[in-house]
């Protein structure tokens, strides 16, 4: 799967700009991604745990997990996350909206809800401005926060642009590129697209091909404030290494997530 093109190393491996940033700045961007549908209940738990030992914002799971996954974070700054209408966005808003209650009740704060895709290329902006209305009141009465996922691997820029806007006037939290299930996910292109047609109320999440750590300060730079990475062991290993931090002792197993790159 193609992700962030091109990929420039921001912080050279050495010392002289190892202070650009701590440790608790890069894992605070990461959403641990557990979304492979093949993913066993092991392998779920387990990824729980790699979250935990390397503090990251949150773990992206599985819908069903929820409940378990916020039992396995209570206690940590972890957020236990979900997605919703995911991966293609076609659900009706009524199926969204009862994700979204379930995913509440459920224990998850913040929500990764995909965009109604074919209402976006269909230039309905009242249909999916609606949509995304009601998504995020529902979200925010429930004390969470939602990112509304576009793939902008099927959108041009006359799209993805109103979409920026409308998310301003909705009061979302992020804007997401992907969900890492499309031909193609972040790139510096749409991310510095969105981050420049969002107001600063609105963050940015890049998802799908942030596999290392020089990939994510690269986005990181141009303003980014969360990713989607199953790859959190290697990129936070590489944090540690340059900053000089010991290696974080390993769990059980370390998993990532299947299949190649799906992203949270």
């Known amino acids: 799967m193609v992700g962030i093109q091109p990929v420039q190393a921001v912080v050279p491996t050495g010392t002289e700009k190892a202070l650009a940033y701590t440790y608790e700045d890069i894992a605070g961007m990461i959403d641990h991604s ?37 039992h396995l974070l209570a206690g940590s700054g972890v957020r236990p996350s979900t997605t919703i209408g995911f991966p293609h966005g076609g659900h009706t808003t009524a199926a969204k909206l009862a994700e979204i209650r379930q995913a509440l009740l459920d224990g998850a704060v913040e929500l990764d809800a995909v965009v109604n895709i074919s209402k976006v290329r269909s230039g309905d902006w009242r249909y999916v401005a609606g949509e995304i209305h009601v998504l995020a009141d529902a979200t925010h009465a429930g004390g969470a926060k939602i990112k ?12 993805k642009i109103p979409l920026c806007e409308i998310c301003g006037q909705m009061g979302v939290d ?7 299930y499309a031909p193609t996910g972040a790139t510096i292109a749409d991310l510095a697209l969105m981050r420049m047609h969002s107001p600063p109320t609105v963050q940015v999440k890049a998802a799908g091909g942030i596999r290392t750590l020089d990939a994510l300060l690269e986005v990181r730079a141009i303003g980014v404030t969360r990713v989607g990475a199953s790859k959190t062991e290697t990129i936070l290993e590489e944090c540690r290494l340059r900053l000089g931090l010991p290696a974080i002792a390993a769990g059980p197993s370390r998993i990532g997530c299947a299949p190649d790159d799906s992203a949270a």
């Open 34 to 70: 557990l979304l492979g549908p093949a993913l066993t209940e092991a392998e779920l738990e387990a990824g729980c745990g790699l979250a935990r030992r390397y503090e990251v914002a949150s773990v992206c799971i599985l819908p069903y997990y929820v409940a378990r996954c916020a």
């Open 174 to 180: 992020w804007v997401k590129t992907s969900t890492g």
């Open 148 to 159: 509304i996922i576009f793939e902008n691997a099927y959108l041009d820029d006359s799209m």
